[in-house]
């Protein structure tokens, strides 16, 4: 039996009690109950939620998908680096089919250093079926605004969709956060909006079998060490079979300043940009010579597009059976970045260009299907080093959505790098028209546009899940 409130939510007041009370309905009211929050309201909480049985959920009354969803704000003490972070957890042993919907988690990180412990959201384990969907999540204490984690290698079948993540972290050195961290087999992660995270954006852990499609991510006011990651050999050494990411958007940074007649290029008044990858494909791309002669195996990257500032859109190293084609450019690129104080001095960067790999990803037994516009680099390791020119006029003015693809080539020089090819307007009348649209601007029109949509398929929804249920009193 499922147990809902359709009548009622539980209220946050007395705030000192809110945590016991809430966890202390998920614990006893067994599998399929709602936990129903009020709109508009905060939860302060001291401790994280825990989902307890099968097939329970947390949302916000109504099913909002602005901003009067429900707050949950982690709230608990936080001393010496370590304490609360976690807003709810969804990984005990019987949590197959939990949800969370149309909520707002609030990591209350406020721009101190990062505690030690989980993200904003923890759930996966060993479980199956669970949903995440119209969430927003942002500011984690810790490293991740969503984390699902991969069990005894058993999780399968998450699914997240249709949330807002970020900003996440900050891109101070080793103070970055995960948008979305994802490590569970057969997953779906789609249709979702991360919005300026510092280390990546969405970081697949293996995930073998998992489909990554359909979401946008951007750099907005901090530089990004990732957009995409399948860099991680741990913990499914390396197994991206039958990962497909696929039709994602990716941007850099782009000028912040009003362009004069005839630029193309201007200043970013927070240095930001993709810096290592749009998408990185294989371990020694992050992490160097960590993981030895360990590969990220059978992976399908195909038809990405990525606009602004970045280091590399794509860089392919340690990688064998990856298939990479149909990714292009689009709007103003441009590809800048040097050597950073974390760059080692045997390591020899790759200029900043579009596309990259090293030769033995088709070669030597490699077996990869790479498409035309690569350029063979005899050193992709541990591209994370690349730091943002300080100021300058490198960055693109964003808007112009007329582009072709390609990249530049590698002189070996480290040294800022454009690519006209890649997108770069030279002077059209349009290109001089969206010169003056700023990056920022274009993140919130997607945002509202976003919001719009999505509100209009949650009715949709509702409709037809109450008039199936004889249930009309749902209906606002």
Known sequence: MIFSRADECESPDPANTVTDRLNTLLNSSGPGYILQLCPSRQYLLQ??????????????????????????????????????TTAIEGNCATCSGIKIRNLQIDGTRQGASPTSGGGNIEIGGSNSDQLVEYVKSYDPRSWSCLHVAEGALSCNNVTIQNNDIGPCGSDSFQEWADGISFSCMNGIVRNNFVMGPTDGGIVL??????????????AVNQTLLGGINMVDYDPWNGNYTGVVVRDNTIFGGFATDVAAKGDTKGENNDDVITK????????????????????SLSGTVI????????????????????????????????????????????????????????????ADGGGSTVQAGFDIVG?????????????????????????????????????????????????????????VVVGVLVWRILLVLQEWLLKKMEQKKLYHAARSLNLSRLIR
């Open 379 to 435: 050193d992709g390791d541990a591209l994370t080093c690349v730091l943002p020119p300080d100021g300058g006029d490198y960055w693109p003015y964003g808007g112009n959505p007329a582009s072709t693809s390609g990249g530049g080539g590698d002189d070996g020089s480290g040294a800022p790098s454009s690519s006209s090819d890649g997108g770069s307007s030279s002077g059209s009348s349009g290109g001089l028209i969206a010169g």
């Open 276 to 295: 290592s990858n749009g998408i990185a494909i294989g371990p020694r791309t992050w992490f160097g010579s960590r993981y030895d002669t360990n590969v």
């Open 47 to 84: 401790a994280p939620l825990l989902f307890a049985s099968p097939n329970q959920e947390i949302s916000t009354v109504g099913y909002p998908t602005d901003d009067t969803r429900a707050i949950l704000v982690v709230n608990g003490p936080v001393a010496d680096g370590k304490g609360h």
């Open 303 to 362: 038809d990405n597009r990525f606009s602004g500032a970045f280091s590399y859109a794509i860089a392919l190293t340690s990688a064998k059976n990856f298939t990479v084609t149909g990714n292009t450019l689009f709007g103003n690129t441009t590809f800048i970045g040097s050597r950073g104080p974390n760059c080692t001095t045997t390591d020899v960067t790759p200029t900043p260009q579009a596309f990259v790999m090293t030769a033995n990803v088709t």
């Open 205 to 218: 852990f293996g995930a073998p079998g998992t489909q990554v499609y359909n979401n946008t991510i951007a």
